[in-house]
């Protein structure tokens, strides 16, 4: 573990939002990505999927390049509207990244 955060974002922080997935590319070592995903407000409450890089002990938030930018919460419905996020991120055996997403609690 290290002594200070390696970055330090702005996140929604109601009920599951938040930063809810993180993942190393299969390349880290040689590339220093680093995958998150991240519930944001600006300018509507919304998943983000960013790549940042990694260099020594710490990201620059400047590295950062969006993947993702999700739907609006608010137009999704749901009887939690901050429930069911999901967020989990993972590299299939393709080398693909694969993200999933909650729905919210909206049912249908």
């Not at 109601?14 to 995958?35: A, K, M, Q, S």
Request: hydrophobic share 40%; glycine share 14%.
């Amino acid at each position: 573990l290290l002594p200070d955060p390696i970055l330090t974002l702005p996140v929604e922080v109601n009920w599951e939002r938040g930063l809810i997935g993180v993942t190393i590319d299969p390349n880290f070592i040689e590339n220093g990505y680093v995958y998150l995903c991240r519930v944001v407000s600006d300018p509507f409450t919304h998943h983000r999927i960013s790549r940042f890089t990694m260099v020594g002990l710490h990201i620059d938030p400047a590295t950062e390049v969006v993947l993702l930018e999700g739907d609006d919460q608010s137009t999704m419905g749901g009887n939690v509207p901050a429930g069911h996020q999901g967020g989990a991120l993972h590299f299939g055996g393709d080398g693909k990244l694969y993200i999933a997403l909650g729905e919210q609690t909206a049912g249908a």
